[in-house]
């Protein structure tokens, strides 16, 4: 055998040993892999392999590497890239209504929200979505929290809803989430959410919303030290893909992707819910960072449900939402 023959053996014998992957597939993250959010999409990553045989491969790109993520769903329902784990809201350019996902101020607690993202007016406006973008939702939604409960950070110290008045405020890409924060009084500022830290510091902006779990890994604390729990809504991560990409699929490397979304969002679960506590008491012991859970959300209800009356009276509700959140309520008791 000669010297070139036997390297090419040996080149066979590795590719053999390394199979490539017959399908990869990317995944646009918005934050930092030491996240948890981050560490999740990772498990995600190497539970696909391993459900799939190695025949499915999973590429994750940080912190918005691909770009802001207005572009990143154009990306996705182009197939440009396969997953892009975020809210749901940003579904919105396709049924305006999925914005009802991240209502302010609208649902009891975290099982009464999932009790609604589970309901069939969500889940029928997901449908319109994918029907007119071909993007749709890998898996359970609610299943995946982002963050234990929401919070609102500070430049200055913040006591009472009224001093929410004047404050300049950074908001995603939501009519209904600016329309709210502006019935309070607020100055909203849409930013993607990897200019906020930067925004704050050259006092663009003063305030910041937040689920608890990302103001570590975003470092909001060191520019918006003053910290208070709001309940604002519940919010998970909507694992967005592409439905073509997921529907040339086999059934098994399907079965496998949805078994990895199991997997991470038992994960980003146990890791967010078991570890809120201990997030709160690093916060307290950060130098000049001030955290309140005693911050009376009541005035802001009080305030957001006249919000929320006044468009059902003038007809700008989605048809069933009062009634699905309703329903929703009484399915999580």
Not at 258 to 283: C, N, P, V
Not at 293 to 317: H, R, V
């Amino acid at each position: 055998m000669s010297y070139f023959t036997r390297i090419a053996a040996a080149a066979i014998a590795a590719a053999a040993a390394f199979p490539v992957s017959a399908e990869t597939w990317r995944l646009s993250s918005q934050v930092a892999p030491e996240s948890i959010e981050g560490q999740a999409y990772e498990l995600f990553a190497e539970k696909a392999a391993e459900y799939s045989n190695g025949d499915l491969t999973v590429k994750i790109f940080p912190n918005s590497q691909i770009g802001k993520m207005d572009a990143v769903v154009e990306q996705l329902s182009g197939g440009v890239i396969q997953l892009a784990p975020s809210a749901m809201t940003f579904l919105a350019r396709w049924e305006e209504n999925v914005r009802y996902a991240s209502a302010p101020f609208m649902f009891d607690d975290y099982d009464h929200w999932a009790a609604f993202i589970r309901g069939d007016l969500v889940q029928g406006w997901l449908d319109n979505v994918s029907e007119a973008s071909g993007v749709s939702v890998l898996g359970d939604a609610p299943a995946f929290p982002r963050g234990s409960f929401r919070t609102l950070l500070t430049v200055d110290p913040i006591e009472t809803a009224a001093d929410i008045d004047g404050k300049s405020i950074r908001q995603f890409n939501s009519q209904l989430v600016i329309e709210a924060w502006e019935n309070l009084g607020a100055e909203v500022v849409v930013l993607p959410w990897g200019e906020v830290y930067d925004a704050i510091n050259r006092n663009i902006v003063n305030a910041v919303t937040s689920p608890l779990e990302l103001i570590e890994s975003t470092r909001f604390y060191e520019v918006a030290p003053n910290i208070v729990r709001t309940n604002e809504y519940p919010q998970a991560i909507a694992f967005m893909m592409n439905k073509e990409a997921f529907d040339g699929l086999s059934e098994a490397n399907q079965d496998a992707l949805t078994k990895a979304h199991a997997d991470a969002s038992a994960f980003a679960w146990d890791k967010i819910f078991s570890g809120a506590d201990a997030t709160i008491e690093r916060l307290k012991a950060l130098d000049g960072v001030t955290y309140s859970d005693s911050f009376d959300t009541a005035p802001i209800i009080a305030a957001t449900a006249e919000f929320y009356a006044a468009k059902a009276a003038a007809g700008e509700l989605p048809e069933g939402l009062i009634e699905a959140v309703d329903a929703a309520r009484e399915v999580a008791k």
